[in-house]
């Protein structure tokens, strides 16, 4: 890139801080009185401060319980102020406020409007509307005509967060689903609709909290979730509307998206197609509708229900825009809809396909620094992965009755994957070839009944059948010391991994009349796995050698008869919640011709407390003892090869592994105040866990699994969000800090001790100016340390600045850039990156030209630094070039 570009980003960043700093430096504006009628009486009053024209909201107060009302502004010229009630008539006030004004005092008196009950009822608009536990929202009090998406809309809305990828919060919490007029199409992959669905069609944003999955079990079940439902006008009901976006760019870099969508009153329509080789990954959005996360949600048995595969060659995770290293080749189909056959029968079908080409280039050098041994290792690879997926999704909703239903949910999912690296290891060339698949089908079946106002009663089935078999194929033969006096050049494994899962849950709720909940579950739980492996020795392609020890055909059968009792006892604003689990399980384990079984029978406790200090301060804690069972991959006996150098084995046994946590939270405000603070804090003691006993050597490693006791964890984490009004922005804090302790054994030594500190703080500022101009910026430094026989650690830094301007009804731009900092890297230790897009409406709601310009500096390279208790490795990653697009948007 060069000194001269980064130096004109600094210079850019540092007139960009200037003019900020005289953002912050601008006087601010109060503007305050009183509201009464002709009888000197007091009440809540909406006072919405307009522009001149009264066509944008710049600000809006009610008046409290004395009748005063006050108003903070930064801006000058004139204006209109609205007040409105209802039964009064409302009155506009016309005022100008001058650039060296401080104050303006207006006082209102507001005439009594009779209204005939028995003809019409007027009912005054209000901006924002809160109904018991919805909140509702008017989209035109929000927008100013240039959002395009229902993402635009949705950070326009006070207390929404949004961040770079689409994941939208309330407060700091993660929405559960994103509907459209009630009907929910993609549960936890709302981001497909929210990036892709338009704006204008949205009439209302409903936050919905305490929401319930389960519409029986709302005011019943303790629920803290929150939703979104979009309500639509009434001219978009029943008519299918939609776009279709095409950009071209330099090299070769193109993308094509349509979205096609009629949301009716019984049928609903959303069609998606996605293609490009711009980096972004479609389906990092649909993976979370094949196993949404629930915790502790009534009725969702198998979620935790999945095969682990043992070899991947998938890139890593980075700590930076995922799309910058992925080259790749995408195309997606997603085809989704609801019917409404009856009115107590609901279907929605969800299907997508999804073919993938994607390239990921590495390179790394690791220095290994034990006592015994001291060596480097280089490796320079390029990982070529394709795939093709098809997932199909089939839901029944049948109300019987108004308080009784039946649901069934089925789930099939295909996908085929050919992985190969060319790898320079040290010098060799070598290649790695993984050819593998996935087939899942996953039924659930789950019956409500509310027999009584406060009772329900919830009866789930649930069946799963995963399989995922492997090849893996390296051509090179790097184990001469482990394997001595073999003729061999090139090593194959073949495994297959399979599982099968059956779960029944019954599940009683029952909230008393002084508002205690008493819950209790039985349930049954079979999961039978199978895995086999066999590592073959080969000299060209004849098998000279299956090595005994890498050998495994393992069957781990666990049957698990569960009883949950809970019970939250309130005292007021107070509540103890006791919980008791009695597990009874079943385990059978058959290693090739040996069998075992076992019958363990333990208890998990758990004690919570919460207490609502006021509206504005809320606490809770919870202790819990915890006992677990060993899963498939702990227990099989032989060694498996993960990788071109790693192999592991489990222990071969049954095992249960103990542990207590204690966690603290206390929230000051809420997620719809100016101020709102978090901490959490978790404390967690392993009193027994998995370790390893590893053995390495330049060219392998042996690690088997072990048993050690005494591990502890600590974390805590501060969230400090406070809204600036003088300047309209957001201010927020985060800290966090956490320890962890570990133990293992490396290369025949004593037990050791790994200690690893990891320190976080940072802070951001976004505006909410109703102008042209926005920004969001922030910095966040990274610092971790691990201790052992050695001590290692490095501190990074990551800002960001983002800018959007809207020039106009019909020009906007966005530009974002980023900053890092790595620590430990003697030289090219900084990156910077920007990224630019341009929209210019032809014609309103229909044509769009866009600009779109991605790592324009053309920062070629990226390079970070990372330590293990065993010695430290530097990454450097090839990013996708300098690409511009031109971009047409079509609406109708």
């Known amino acids: 890139m060069g000194r001269r570009n980064k130096r004109r980003l600094d210079f850019s ?66 204006f209109n102020m609205l007040f409105a009630s209802l039964g009064y008539q409302s009155k506009t006030v016309p005022i100008v406020i001058s650039p060296n004004q401080d104050n303006l005092e207006i006082d209102v008196i507001l005439i009594e409007k009779s209204m005939d009950l028995d003809e019409v009822i007027i009912l005054a608009e209000r901006p924002i509307r809160v109904q018991n536990d919805t909140i509702t929202f008017k989209s035109k009090y929000f927008t100013d005509g240039t959002e395009q998406t229902v993402e635009d809309l949705l950070r326009r809305i006070p207390g929404l967060q949004i961040d770079s990828e689409g994941t939208i919060k309330v407060g700091n919490q993660e929405i559960e689903k994103l509907m459209v007029d009630g009907d ?28 319930s999955n389960n519409r029986l079990l709302k005011g019943v079940e303790d629920s803290e979730k929150v939703a979104l439902n979009l309500k639509l006008d009434e001219k978009s009901k029943r008519i299918w509307f939609g776009n279709i976006e095409a950009g071209h760019g330099n090299d070769g870099f193109y993308e094509l998206k349509t979205n096609l969508m009629n949301f009716g009153k019984k049928n609903k329509y959303y069609f998606l197609t996605n293609f490009n080789s711009t980096g972004y990954d479609a389906t990092g959005d649909i993976n979370q509708l094949i196993r949404p996360i629930r915790y502790n949600e009534p009725a969702s048995i198998g979620g935790n229900q999945q095969v682990r595969d043992l070899v991947s060659l998938a890139p890593p995770q980075l700590n930076f825009k995922r799309r910058r290293t992925n080259f790749n080749n995408a195309e997606l189909v997603s085809l989704n809809a609801i019917f409404n056959p009856t009115e107590k029968l609901k279907i929605k079908t969800l299907g997508f396909f999804n073919a993938d080409e994607t390239d990921f280039f590495q390179t790394n050098v690791q220095n290994v620094t034990l006592n015994d041994v001291n060596f480097t290792n280089t490796e320079n690879f390029q990982l070529k992965n394709r795939k093709l997926v098809g997932f199909g999704k089939l839901d029944f909703v049948y109300d019987f009755s108004k308080t009784e239903m039946l649901e069934s949910t089925t789930k099939y999912n295909s996908g085929n994957f050919d992985d190969d690296s060319n790898l320079l290891f040290n010098g060799i060339s070598t290649r790695e070839d993984l050819s593998h698949t996935n087939t899942l089908f996953d039924q659930k079946l789950s019956y409500s009944n509310k027999f009584k106002e406060k009772k329900v009663f919830l009866l789930t089935g649930r069946f799963i059948d995963e399989t995922t078999p492997q090849t893996y194929r390296l051509n090179q033969f790097f184990y001469e010391d482990l394997f001595p ?48 492996t066999s590592l073959e020795l080969l000299e060209d392609d004849v098998v000279s050698n299956r090595p005994d020890g890498y050998q495994n055909q393992t069957s781990y059968t666990v049957n698990d008869l569960y009883l949950k009792s809970k019970y939250r006892y309130s005292i007021n604003d107070f509540a103890i919640i006791g919980q008791v689990n009695f597990h009874q399980l079943f385990n059978r384990l058959e290693i090739a011709n040996t069998s075992e079984s076992e019958s363990p029978f333990f208890i998990n406790p758990i004690l919570s407390l919460d207490w609502k200090i006021n509206d504005k301060n809320k606490l809770r804690s919870a202790y819990s003892y915890n006992r677990t069972n060993a899963k498939i991959l702990d227990v099989y006996s032989n060694f498996v090869l993960t990788g071109f150098r790693p192999f592991n084995r489990g222990t071969g046994e049954f095992n249960q592994l103990d542990a207590t946590s204690l966690t603290f939270n206390y929230e000051l405000g809420n997620w719809s105040s100016r101020f709102f603070a978090n901490t959490f804090v978790l404390y967690s003691q392993n009193h027994d866990f998995f370790s390893t006993n590893t053995f390495i050597d330049q ?86 340390e691990i201790r052992t026989t050695i001590q290692n650690s490095f501190t990074d ?11 106009n009804k019909r020009f906007n731009i966005q530009m974002e ?60 990653y090839r990013l996708l070039p300098r690409y511009v697009l031109l971009k047409a948007l079509y609406r109708f």
């Open 817 to 876: 850039s980023e900053r890092y900092e790595f620590g430990n890297i003697n030289q090219d230790n900084v990156y910077y990156f920007a990224d630019l897009e341009a929209q210019y409406k032809l014609k309103k709601d229909k044509w769009t030209l866009g600009l779109s310009g991605k790592n324009l500096f053309n920062t070629r390279q990226f390079r970070n630094f990372n330590i293990s208790d065993i010695g430290s490795t530097t990454t450097t």
């Open 184 to 211: 929910d199409l993609f549960e936890r992959g709302y981001k497909l609709l929210s990036k892709n669905m338009p704006a204008y069609p949205i009439e209302e944003v409903e936050v919905l909290k305490n929401y």
């Open 797 to 807: 830094n990551v800002s960001f600045l983002d800018l959007t301007f809207i020039l």
């Open 699 to 784: 060219n392998f490693t042996q690690s088997s699994k072990i048993l050690i006791q005494d591990r502890e964890f600590i974390s805590i984490n501060t969230k400090v969000d406070y809204y600036l009004k003088f300047i309209s922005s957001n201010i927020k804090l985060d800290l966090s800090y956490s320890q962890s302790e570990f133990k293992n054994i490396v290369n025949d030594s004593d037990l050791r001790q790994v200690e690893s500190t990891t320190i976080g703080y940072g802070l951001e500022l976004r505006s909410g100016f109703t102008g042209w101009f926005n920004y969001h910026l922030g910095t966040k430094w990274t610092n971790n």
């Open 13 to 78: 960043l540092t007139i960009v801080i200037i003019f900020l700093f005289q953002i912050l430096c601008f006087s601010q504006i109060v503007i305050s009185g009183s509201v009464k009628d002709e009888k000197d009486n007091v009440f809540s009053v909406s006072v919405i401060l307009k522009d001149s024209l009264s066509k944008f909201i710049i600000e809006y107060t009610y008046s409290d319980n004395d009748g005063n009302y006050q108003l903070k502004i930064n801006k000058s010229g004139k």
């Open 485 to 532: 006096n073999q003729s061999a050049d090139n090593v194959r494994q073949i495994s297959n991994n399979k599982m099968q899962y059956i779960g029944v849950n019954a599940h009683l709720l029952d909230r008393k009349a002084n508002d205690d909940l008493f819950e209790v579950q039985v349930w049954n739980e079979l999961r039978i796995d199978h895995l086999q």
